[in-house]
């Protein structure tokens, strides 16, 4: 079991970017699998990118073209970038480690941090 800490999110305008991290105290990230997911009020979890332990990612529909996912560990974090945000991007998003990469199921993940806002609004 690993914990897991997001932070980054925050209030943007529409076509801002921003960079969550995905950061695992106590542990290595470079140990696990880590995926990025988010969640809009009223909507299932939505996968967005799985990073291998290697540092290949796979992405989502909703994520090609506008995210990058990378690790660093050097600073034992997965980060998120995300460039020309829009207003349906708003959401919770979630990192989670499992141990197989380029899955987008939520069950594929054990471990999960607590989410961090990020609203895209003008």
């Known amino acids: 079991q690993v914990q897991l800490v997001e932070s980054g999110g925050g209030l943007v305008q529409p076509g801002d970017s921003l960079t969550l991290a995905c950061a695992a105290p106590g542990s290595s990230v470079s140990n696990y699998v880590i995926a990025w997911f988010r969640q809009a009020p009223g909507r299932e979890r939505e996968g967005i990118s799985s990073v291998c332990l290697g540092g290949r990612a796979y992405y989502g529909a909703s994520a090609k073209g506008r995210f990058t996912a990378s690790r660093d560990n050097a600073k034992n974090t997965v980060s998120l970038q995300m460039n020309s945000l829009k207003p349906e991007d708003t959401a919770v998003y979630y990192c989670?480690?499992?141990?197989?990469?380029?899955?987008?199921?939520?069950?594929?993940?054990?471990?999960w941090g607590q989410g961090t806002q990020v609203t895209v609004s003008s």
């Open positions: 989670a480690a499992g141990p197989t990469c380029g899955t987008l199921n939520t069950e594929d993940y054990s471990d």
